[in-house]
Nanobody
Framework: QVHLVEFGGGLVQAGGSLRLSCAATAPISSQYAMGWYRQAPGKQRELVASTSRSRTDYAESVKGRFTVSRDYAGNIVYLQMNSLKPEDTAVYYC?????WGQGTQVTVSS
């Protein structure tokens, strides 16, 4: 089983930036997507961004503001979040295949 350990998150004002990191504790395949989901209170968990060797996907709501990147040698995925909005407030979860991180809170104040 792969454990995913997340770093980053916190409180930021609207328009600000945050960077999330997620490290896998065991070697993982670059062929599978690794990325980020988020869940706001009262809402379903949704894909934010994910990336593999063959493709990268973004939610429409974050395109142009968020960038997902991956260190394949280090089994790490990053999420650079710029121009943050209050509606980006959620718990962000790292994902790889069927594995999930513990979640990290991102709060954007208006």
């Amino acid at each position: 089983q792969v454990h995913l350990v997340e770093f980053g998150g916190g409180l930021v004002q609207a328009g600000g930036s945050l960077r999330l990191s997620c490290a896998a504790t065991a070697p993982i395949s670059s062929q599978y997507a690794m990325g980020w989901y988020r869940q706001a209170p009262g809402k379903q968990r949704e894909l934010v961004a994910s990336t593999s060797r063959s493709r990268t996907d973004y939610a429409e709501s974050v395109k142009g503001r968020f960038t997902v990147s991956r260190d394949y040698a280090g089994n790490i995925v990053y999420l650079q979040m710029n121009s943050l909005k209050p509606e980006d407030t959620a718990v962000y979860y790292c994902n790889y295949n069927l594995n999930w991180g513990q979640g990290t809170q991102v709060t954007v104040s208006s």
